[in-house]
């Protein structure tokens, strides 16, 4: 089966620092890749989602990037955090580029700039 | 593109009623429509889900129903329980692009 995993599970960083974080999942070959940011008390908004290595598609401008390293691995960056930075950070997978497909959420990270 | 409404934004209930939460989407390709539950600290985790083909699903206590013409699509649940309590999320999707709704936070009550 397959599972998907998120860390740190916390993290507190103050303005100014750099961010790392990891998604990866085990158990499927090729899915599509999502990353999500969750405000306090709102709704989700994806950041980037990616179909394969190498190939990132932003969906929000802003001062985060994402890479796409292996075919299983997903990591959301910032070279400087910002307070509006802070939130909790959902990465998804799904298993068929181009269509219809379930999207399944890791156990998430949260993340608060000071 | 895509919009998704989702109603109430707060929705309690006694234990053993029923609540129902309603979506509706803008755009009549849509043809896939999951529900997602979130608990406290956790990543949202699929529920239910319906496509287009289909007008009812049911799961137990929780079923979903689509009206393609009308392009909204409710969640029920039925006996609800303390467990029950937690922020629902409805979504419309077409091809690899999905649309959240903004969440239902449903409250049981003992």
């Known amino acids: 089966s397959q599972t998907i995993h998120q860390w740190p599970a916390t993290l507190v960083q103050p303005v100014g620092s750099p961010l790392s974080l990891e998604c990866t999942v085990e158990?499927?070959?090729?899915?599509?890749l999502y990353w999500y940011r969750q405000a306090a008390g709102r709704g989700l908004q994806l950041l980037f989602y990616?179909?394969?290595?190498?190939?990132i598609s932003s969906e929000v401008p802003q001062n985060l990037s994402a890479s796409r390293p292996q075919d299983r691995q997903f990591i959301l960056s910032s070279k400087k955090l910002l307070l509006s930075d802070s939130g909790f950070y959902l990465c998804?997978?799904?298993?068929?580029?181009?269509?219809?497909?379930?999207?399944?959420f890791g156990p998430g990270t949260r993340l608060t700039v000071l | 593109g895509e919009n998704v409404e989702q109603h109430p934004s707060t929705l309690s209930v006694q234990e053993g009623d029923s609540a129902v939460i309603k979506c509706t989407y803008s755009?009549?390709?849509?043809?896939?429509f999951p529900w997602y539950k979130q608990e406290l600290g956790k990543g949202p985790q699929l529920i239910i889900d319906?496509?287009?083909?289909?007008g009812e699903k049911k799961d137990q206590r929780i079923a979903v129903t689509l009206n393609k013409t009308a392009k909204h699509f409710s969640l029920h649940i039925t006996e609800t329980q303390p467990e029950d309590s937690a922020v629902y999320f409805c979504?419309?999707?077409?091809?690899?692009?999905?649309?959240f709704g903004k969440g239902t936070r449903l409250h049981i009550l003992p």
């Open positions: 319906i496509r287009s083909n289909v």
């Open positions: 158990g499927t070959s090729n899915p599509n």
């Open positions: 979504a419309a999707s077409r091809d690899d692009k999905i649309i």
């Open positions: 990616s179909i394969g290595i190498d190939q």
């Open positions: 755009d009549s390709a849509s043809n896939y």
């Open positions: 998804a997978w799904s298993m068929v580029a181009g269509s219809t497909d379930t999207q399944y």
